[in-house]
């Protein structure tokens, strides 16, 4: 008798057209905490999100019953694991439209995902005179892998500019068809900004890369899990993301590769799992996602991503994404009428996110004295330093927003800035 993989069934929430928002909150247990005196008030999503208790339950479940090892082993638990952690992959696979679950790379998140494609296809493919084409508005860990591939093969580095003031600001899209010439190898850009907000058209700057032959990279860490994403209606290259900014948890992403590349690409580490032969002489390496995988897998997290997977799209990414950008627009529109703020991105469609600097405070001054109202919100530059440098900012209060926070939250954040505005006027 094969062994079927004994996983909990998940006990998910009503769509929302029958639960409100406000209701949602009831199934992340970090969330009912004081902070002092005050209630938690999570506002930094963008960095980290939380888990709802269906996820923390399928954690608790796998190492109770089904801890094991994967794939080699021929008893019932590492049998049972084995279909959990692959059985991740194909919904991984289904949540953004992928081709195939061979299609799907398991890693720690969007920073080890970004530097794989580096390291394997980057060092594998660029040489001198190749051009990598990033923006300007990238996070760190979609800039500093390919400093380092440039460094290694020779290859330059051009950057998309971000141009306009404040609400204006966004990437200078007439510069990119100067900038997107036949020496371009690779174009590497995010989906949504962790610090502007805005989001970027990707399809559209697929398609542009494409008519010169670049490979394109999507960083989408703050678009998975807030809004639909269809790699194949993008026509990207690679794609990545991290569970633990989408309910998940930490330490498991995806890298998202086409087939005929992903299996083009030497591997990036090697070890148990990833080879099909060892010899004294040399190795033999399995076809992608194998190849990518050395080592004992990430089991339990990969089985409480598809936990996440199935409590999102339960709800509804439309209206998640609906949901978070209506949060941020609100937040906007009533830290706007506060003085001495300066906010970045767009006034009107934009990420689940605002940030702001406040005049004469820095910072982390700012979200100090809201931790003392009970609200958790992200001061610095956001992996970010170029970008802040060339803005003339040396850091930003950043807001963001899921799926457990209300209108409620937005006036919490607001009387709290009221506050700490008037202390440093």
Sequence with gaps: MSAIAILPVLKL??????????????????????VGTKP?????????????????????????????????????????????????????????????????????????????????????????????????????????PWQLVAQRTGATIRYVPVVGENAELGLDLDALDKLLTPEVKLFAFTHISNTLGVINPVADLCARAKKVGAITVIDAAQSSGHEPLDVQAIGCDFLAFSGHKMAAPTGIGVLWGR????????PWQG?????????????????????????????????GLH?????LDNLGREKIA??????????????????????LGPKGKRGGLVSFALKDAHAHDVVTFADQDGIALRGGHHC??????????????????????????????????RRIVKFFS
């Design 322 to 343: 609906a949901h978070d950008d209506g949060l941020a627009e609100k937040a906007y529109a009533a830290l706007s009428e506060l003085p001495g703020i300066r906010i």
């Design 307 to 311: 936990a996440a997977m199935d409590y």
């Design 259 to 266: 087939r005929e590349l992903l299996d083009a690409m030497p």
């Design 13 to 34: 929430p009503p769509r929302v057209e029958t639960l409100g928002w406000k209701d949602v909150r009831a199934d992340f247990p970090v969330l009912h905490q004081h």
């Design 40 to 144: 938690l008030v999570y506002l930094d999503n963008a960095a980290t999100t939380h888990k709802p208790r269906s996820v923390i339950d399928v954690l608790s479940r796998f190492y109770e019953a089904d801890n094991s090892n994967v794939h080699r082993g021929l008893h019932a638990l590492s049998m049972r694991a084995t279909d959990g952690y692959e059985a991740a992959r194909a919904r991984a696979a289904k949540f953004i439209n992928a081709a195939a679950p061979e299609e799907i790379v398991f890693t720690r998140g969007t920073t080890e995902s970004i530097n794989l494609v580096a390291q394997s296809w980057g060092v594998a493919n660029l040489k001198a005179g190749d051009v990598i084409l990033l923006t300007e508005m990238e996070h760190h860990s979609n800039l500093v």
């Design 271 to 303: 070890g148990g799992g990833m080879i099909s032969v060892v010899e004294f002489s040399g190795s033999k390496w399995k076809p992608s996602p194998e190849r990518f995988e050395a080592g004992t897998p990430n089991v339990a997290d990969a089985i």
């Design 384 to 417: 970010n330093q170029p970008l802040m440098k060339k803005l003339g900012l040396p850091s930003t209060v950043r807001a963001s927003f899921y799926v457990y926070n209300t209108p409620s939250d937005i006036d919490a954040l607001v009387t709290s800035m």
